[in-house]
């Protein structure tokens, strides 16, 4: 394995730890209600509270322009993060609230090493699905993990299972990072970029509030419509694990066109993935959406940010990780407002429109990138 690969398969890794809060918010969610220790509409704040210390230190990097993040301070994260898991356990909303911020903010660097250098490496179209392929098959075998060791019978077990989880994932994160410094001459693709670069990010921003929205409430409002919670978290471990075996096939076998990613027929397949999520009564019919919204986003998700790292790999690769999680952390909460004003239905709309928009992209990257 050469350098190039080892860094991206290591920054994968840790990534994955780091998105890992993201992709679990429908369980901590549904365990946090059931346990009685949040109500439904106030347990969508602990995901945003998550992602809102992802997006401070998301913030906080590229302004310091960091361009690496060496051994010595991804081992320091790793603690403090496993700390702030501790800290979630005290009584009442204010610890959860303090602990998973704290989570968040080292969430927040892990996830930015893993893509700016994904954006940064030779090959954009091939190592954004290799690093959500990693992030997907950890959270699934994350969740699967919650389930087989009854980590959802209540939120104490869950916070043991979790920090079990972190632990071993951020150990073998940390022996593989490999950092690098990116490369010089890709600041001169940003500039030619101009306007672009930030109607891109904005199309990514409205993608993640859609969709982490309508995800972070999939499992509780399943349970709601009579699905056992034991189904539908089996059914949230398997499609994250296909998807990301999904992911990590496309990208080895090189199937991501850097001319015609399909974000039209990506944007179908997860808005219909969406109102089957959305609707659906059955445990069968739920796991086909579950799914269907899994590979759609990461799929469209991969190809989004590759096309934003194709037009501006420096500026893309600093502030993708900001931008996905501002929109990540108005989604949950955007959807309990919803859900509190009894406009359920009005927000899946909005998740299925934002899943549409990427491909407004592709006629002006085309000329910027051609």
């Known amino acids: ?46 995901a945003t509270a998550v992602l809102l210390g992802q997006f401070v230190m998301a913030l906080v990097l590229p302004l310091f322009d960091v361009r690496v993040i060496a051994r010595g301070p991804a081992i320091a994260v790793a603690l403090v993060l496993l700390a702030g898991l501790g800290v979630s356990g005290l009584d009442g909303m204010a610890g959860l609230l303090t602990g998973w911020f704290i989570v968040g903010i080292c969430c927040g660097g892990l996830q930015y090493l893993g893509t700016i250098t994904a954006a940064t490496h030779s090959r954009p179209a091939f190592a954004f699905p290799i690093r959500l392929g990693v ?21 104490g077990q869950m916070l043991a299972v979790l920090l079990v989880v972190f632990s071993l994932v951020l150990l073998v994160g940390v022996a593989l990072h ?86 039209l027929e990506l944007g179908l397949l997860l808005a219909i993935s969406d109102f089957i999520v959305a609707t659906s009564a059955g445990p069968v019919l739920f796991f086909v959406g579950l799914l269907g919204l899994e590979i759609g986003f990461n799929l ?23 931008t996905m999680l501002l929109g990540a952390a108005s989604g949950p909460a955007l959807h309990g407002l919803a859900i509190r004003f009894e406009a359920d239905n009005a927000f899946m ?6 899943a549409m928009i990427p491909a407004a992209l592709i006629a002006a990257g085309r000329k910027v990138t051609a």
């Open 178 to 263: 490999r950092p690098i410094e990116p490369p010089r001459r890709i600041q001169e693709k940003d500039a030619r970029a101009g306007a672009l670069k930030y109607a891109a990010l904005a199309i990514v921003f409205v993608l993640f509030v859609g969709q982490s929205g309508l995800l972070a409430y999939a499992v509780q409002g399943a349970t709601s419509r009579g699905i056992v919670l034991s189904d539908a978290s089996w059914a949230l471990a398997l499609m994250k694990i296909t998807a990301g075996v999904c992911l990590l096939m496309l990208a080895r076998k090189g199937l991501q066109n850097r001319e015609n990613p399909r974000f």
């Open 1 to 46: 394995m050469n350098r190039d690969v080892a860094a991206l398969v290591g920054a994968s890794v840790l990534s994955g730890a780091g998105s890992l809060p993201l992709h679990l918010a429908p369980l901590i969610i549904t365990v946090l209600v059931v346990d009685g220790r949040a109500s439904v509409a106030d347990a969508g704040w602990i």
């Open 300 to 322: 469209l998700s991969a190809r989004l940010q590759a096309k934003v790292a194709d037009i501006a790999p420096y500026f893309g690769g600093q502030w993708l990780v900001a």
């Open 135 to 155: 992030v997907l098959c950890l959270a699934g075998v994350a969740a699967g993990a919650l389930q087989w060791t009854a980590g959802l019978a209540s939120y």
């Open 349 to 354: 709309v909005f998740a299925m429109a934002s």
